[in-house]
């Protein structure tokens, strides 16, 4: 995934992660349209790297973004709301990466990963990070710190391994 070195703040990091993973998401589809030779391995990869961005994202979102904004605003629902699509997300991915061969299931959960992400950067825009940035008791120039050091941390591992 890109730097996300110019994010102000812990949202602006997030929505830099929200907006590379929707470009990958829209590189997919084109692949899923192509009849060049190699766009199967390409499909696959690219599902991979998706699944692995997400991965990342999603649990740095649920270590340090969402207790402290759970903590910090009244709706606490919102928070609620954003761990539950957290985790049929993490059900799709998980499914995506047990499949072998990219074919038409294949491309039909990452089209549904991509939509069901659309919906949950859309709430998170809109409403999380509007009342994250409301919230007095909230350093989300910090927090961004935080998340940054945690994610290269999170890719470091995850590229060691493989």
């Known amino acids: 995934m890109p730097s996300t070195r110019g994010a102000k703040d812990a949202c602006d990091l997030l929505d830099a992660d929200h907006k590379a993973v929707r470009k ?9 349209e192509s009849k060049a030779r190699g766009a199967t391995q390409k499909k ?27 903590e ?13 699509e957290h ?6 991915i998980a499914q995506i990466q ?3 061969e990219p ?15 659309e919906h949950h950067i859309k709430e998170e825009r809109n409403e999380v990070f509007v009342k994250a940035r409301a919230a007095r008791k909230l350093d989300l120039v910090a927090m961004r710190d935080e998340l940054e050091a945690r ?3 999170l890719m470091a591992e995850t590229h060691s391994m493989t």
Do not use: N, S, W
């Not at 990958?24 to 899923?32: A, N």
């Not at 910090?72 to 539950?84: F, G, M, N, P």
């Not at 074919?103 to 992400?117: N, P, S, T």
């Open 44 to 70: 696959k990869e690219l599902a991979q790297q998706i699944c692995h961005e997400l991965t990342v994202h999603a649990q740095i979102e649920e270590e340090i973004f969402y207790p402290a904004v759970r």
């Open 87 to 92: 985790q049929v997300a993490k059900e799709l």
């Open 24 to 32: 990958m998401f829209k590189e997919y589809e084109e692949l899923t």
């Open 151 to 153: 994610k290269e941390e």
């Open 103 to 117: 074919d038409d299931m294949f491309d039909a959960k990452v089209k549904v990963l991509g939509e069901y992400i």
């Open 98 to 100: 047990g499949l072998g």
């Open 72 to 84: 910090a605003i009244k709706e606490k629902d919102l928070i609620a709301e954003a761990a539950v």
